[in-house]
């Protein structure tokens, strides 16, 4: 199908003309490029990642009248990419030290490969509650409604995986 986009921020779909929601296209901007990079670290998979949020933005979009009364879209969005992801790649080999941008990381120094490995030996739902938890510093709270679960499945998850990474980088917690 042929979109194209005029200057007046009228989208043509097949004859059909509507009005784009300058919110989503703001939401677009502030959160595709964090998602992307939190997906590609719970996932371990940078195609996989891009592909996943770019599939949820777009179903996103397609119900961007109800996504955007939500108190998180941004959580959706994670939820549904982690899932689509998840779905097309399961089976491949996961490369975790890929997903590392460190042109655009949030932190000038480099990241931590032991950090990074051991987070990757995580299983893949501790793995996306710590990443949504403290990569994209969401509240407990946050990362339930993003993943669709209980705010105690959350903190369960977390616990675990905090235990888990303790035990891996020889620290106590």
Not at 92 to 120: K, Q
């Amino acid at each position: 199908m042929y979109w194209s986009e005029r200057k007046d921020g009228e989208v043509i779909d097949g004859g059909r003309t509507t009005t784009t929601d300058a919110g989503f296209e703001a939401f677009y901007a502030e959160w595709r490029e964090p998602l992307r990079r939190a997906v590609a670290l719970a996932t371990g998979d940078v195609m996989a990642a891009g592909e996943g949020v770019d599939e949820a933005m777009t179903r996103a979009l397609a119900r961007w009248d109800r996504i955007s009364s939500y108190d998180m879209p941004e959580g959706w969005v994670y939820r549904v990419a982690l899932n689509w992801s998840r779905g097309l790649f399961r089976k491949r080999n996961r490369e975790l030290l890929t997903a590392i941008d460190t042109d655009t990381a949030r932190s000038d120094s480099l990241p931590d490969v032991d950090l990074i490995a051991a987070v990757e030996r995580l299983s893949a739902r501790h793995r996306a509650v710590v990443i949504a938890r403290f990569y994209l510093d969401w509240s407990t709270a946050e990362v339930a409604g993003a993943l669709d679960v209980a705010e105690g499945t959350v903190k369960s998850r977390l616990s675990r995986a905090l235990d888990q990474l303790a035990r891996d980088l020889g620290g106590e917690r």
